[in-house]
């Protein structure tokens, strides 16, 4: 029998705030334990909650960026359970209100390596609420300990209807929907400081059933690769299962990331009572359309209407726009060189192949440093005398690295490195005839109609004048010889 993968996500996003949920206590990472509490957070006697209204500001903006549609009135519900994380022993949530409904996230499915812009989907969401985060358990030998520098942090649950049928899906999913949360401002969505946190439930069907199997939640998934391969091992096992005839129990599953097996954590026969009820310290939130409007105005491009404006605008192709758009900053930073140079395929292809290159060097530590010591109007001037022939191809690396280290003219740099010091004729001309004499397949490919050939001997033109000769005038010679030949 062929079965089909069917998957939801649960992705909890902490939304970027100055201060928590429900008090003024800072958020952070990273401090000494216990440090970012107040009594609110402590659930100390007396201590009551008020809302934040930046993070509501947040979560309807993520809303509406996601096509959700905006509650006019939500409230706050107390989801009650006895677990260390949690001071109160309950946590402040959203249960039968949450502040957005529907939407979707566009993804690309996954394919071969390509040039243009795959094939796209939409996956539907079921809602998005907002809630408190807990505090973490560090667990050493000696036992575990409770740091509540966590608990309390604004905390986004974005649910995902069971839509996507493999774990490629699954990680093209969550790499848009990071995307979409950095682009807004939401979030940082660092996985490694607990930011983006995700937990995957997953069944099997026969093919075309539209019925649903039994699920499994899998949960330790923190990268987005281990998310894709935690899934991809979960559909497999649960496969295995059926083909031997077994039956799957509806569990909870935990995947280590680094030896790629899953355990079972505990058996889920039925889903758990909170025994949720509206919290009474707490008013409800009542969303009007003013409110709606003043955060739609601050509703950024999302990231793949960018990416088609791209290829659209500057004729860039997929393989550039796929490395720019997923950063803001980057993104940012081409469009300015492109506009102000007009030369948006050289602005795309010095960002990644050399600006990158300082960045995973370790010369500059981000994006915004690039842009500080290489600007927009510097960078686009060093890419015009690219484009002129002045600076050869030859010379990019050292020109760039120049520009990022010296607070010389680009016109100083290039005579600092002879760049000024043309060819004559005479030198032009028997470095295309050495060219041409030393690369037999491509004079054949040329005289057999292959123009794009020609591009063999201007490197070899290229390397031996090295910088010294202008592009066009070795294009012209080379033709001129080329139909001598």
Same mark, same amino acid.
């Given at each position: ?31 000494? =334990? ?96 907002? =809630? ?29 209807? #069971? ?55 899998? !949960? ?15 559909? !497999? ?105 007009? =030369? ?31 600007? #927009?109007?510097?960078?686009? =001037? ?57 690369? @037999? ?8 109609? !292959? ?17 010294? @000769?202008?592009? !066009? ?13």
């Amino acid at each position: 029998m062929n079965y089909e993968a069917v998957i939801g996500l649960e992705v909890h996003v902490q939304v970027r705030t100055n201060s928590k949920m429900f008090s003024r206590s800072a958020v952070g990472y990273g401090q000494p =334990e216990n440090s970012l509490t107040d009594p609110v957070v402590l659930a100390l006697p007396g201590a009551l909650p008020v809302m934040n209204r930046a993070a509501l500001d947040q979560t309807v903006k993520a809303g509406l960026m996601l096509g959700c549609a905006i509650a006019p009135v939500c409230k706050w519900d107390r989801k009650n359970y006895f677990y260390p994380d949690s001071p109160k022993n309950y946590q402040i949530s959203q249960y039968d209100q949450p502040l957005c409904l529907g939407g979707s996230v566009e993804i690309e499915l996954p394919g071969p390596a390509r040039n243009v812009m795959g094939e796209h989907k939409r996956i539907p969401l079921t809602r998005i609420h907002l =809630e408190e985060d807990v505090g973490k358990l560090n667990h050493g030998a000696g036992g575990s300990l409770i740091d509540y520098n966590r608990a309390g942090t604004p905390l986004m649950e974005i649910v995902s209807e #069971p839509a996507m049928r493999s774990a490629e899906e699954a990680f093209a999913y969550l790499t848009a929907l990071k995307a979409i949360m950095i682009y807004g401002g939401i979030s940082d969505c660092d996985m490694e400081k607990g930011q983006l946190r995700c937990d995957a439930n997953i069944s099997i069907r026969p093919a075309g059933d539209p019925g649903l199997g039994t699920k499994v939640e899998l !949960k330790n998934l923190n990268s987005i690769a281990f998310v894709r391969d935690g899934i991809a091992h979960e559909i !497999k096992r649960q496969l295995g299962v059926a083909e031997r005839g077994g039956t799957i129990v509806q569990e909870t599953r935990d995947y280590d990331g680094q030896t790629g097996r899953s355990q079972s954590l505990r058996s889920k026969e039925m889903a758990h009572d909170y025994r949720y009820f509206p919290d009474p310290d707490l008013m409800p939130v009542r969303v009007d359309e003013a409110w709606k409007a003043r955060l739609q105005a601050e509703v950024p491009e999302l990231p793949f209407d960018k990416q088609r404006r791209f290829a659209e605008t500057y004729q860039v192709p997929y393989t550039i726009t796929s490395v720019l758009v997923p950063d803001p900053a980057l993104g940012a930073y081409f469009e300015e060189i492109a506009r102000l140079s007009g =030369e948006a395929q050289l602005a795309g292809n010095w960002i990644i192949n050399t600006g990158l290159q300082f960045i995973n060097e370790g010369q500059v530590a981000s994006v915004a440093e690039l842009r500080a010591k290489i600007p #927009p109007a510097r960078a686009a =001037e060093f890419i015009r005398a690219r484009a002129a022939g002045i600076v050869p191809s030859t010379a990019t690396a050292s020109v760039s690295s120049r520009l990022l280290t010296s607070p010389a003219t680009l016109g100083e740099i290039i005579k600092e490195q002879g760049l000024d010091a043309k060819a004559d004729a005479g030198e032009l001309e028997q470095w295309c005839r050495t060219a041409i004499a030393e690369n @037999a397949k491509a004079l054949a490919d040329f005289k057999a109609g !292959k123009d794009s050939a020609i591009n063999g001997f201007k490197g070899s033109v290229m390397k031996a004048a090295k910088g010294k @000769a202008d592009p !066009k005038q070795v294009d012209a010679a080379l033709r001129r010889l080329l139909a001598q030949a």
